[in-house]
């Protein structure tokens, strides 16, 4: 919360430079990244998922460590899973307990070369080049209850790839897809 507080008989005057979305930040590094652009991006969040995220996009390495920052290795799996090499990307300790099967499912549905390391539908990952012929579905569906992360690691790589599917959600209240 920010209090601005002076005389009340005087009227307060500036700028505030709020600092930017971590969820945001995230998706445009990823948009970047994938545009092979090196454009000067200002206004990032400071949060350390956005700090690390960045880091790693900057440097391609056989392996990624995301540490505990969740929503970089979201991101990061999906990212990866369209680059023409084998890399590794694994996380904290506590990173491991958490579940990535449903984002691995979906882009294995597309064609993505992704093997767990340790326990089935969690980290790490060893994440090889997408086959040929990668995301070229015509549709992909994603539960509805799934994270809005995976599913927002899904979104940038369409474009990455010239695809023609849209995303679905399957509601789990209706019998169809939900369009998202």
């Known amino acids: 919360m920010i209090c601005l507080q002076g005389p009340p008989d005087r ?28 454009a000067d ?5 400071s949060a350390r998922d956005t700090q690390v995220l960045q880091q ?28 023409p090499r084998h890399q590794i990307l694994t996380g904290s300790e506590r990173m491991q307990q958490r579940p990535i099967g449903i984002l691995v499912d979906a882009l294995r549905r597309l064609g993505a070369d992704i093997q767990y390391l340790k326990r ?8 090889g080049p997408p086959a040929k012929g990668f995301a070229r579905h015509p549709s992909l569906a994603v539960p509805a209850g799934t994270s809005s992360q995976f599913i927002s690691a899904l979104l940038p790589i369409a474009p990455a790839r010239l695809m023609a599917w849209p995303s679905n959600c399957k509601a789990r209240s209706s019998p169809g897809p939900t369009s998202i």
């Open 120 to 127: 089935e539908g969690y980290p790490p990952l060893r994440i």
């Open 41 to 45: 991006l200002q206004g990032l969040s």
């Open 11 to 38: 009227n307060l005057r500036g700028r505030l430079r709020l600092p930017g979305s971590k969820s945001i930040s995230n998706r445009v590094l990823i948009i970047r990244a994938l545009s092979r652009s090196d």
């Open 56 to 83: 790693l996009l900057q440097h391609p390495r056989p392996e990624y460590d995301a540490g505990p920052a969740g929503t970089t290795f979201r991101f990061l799996t999906a990212y990866l899973s369209l680059q």
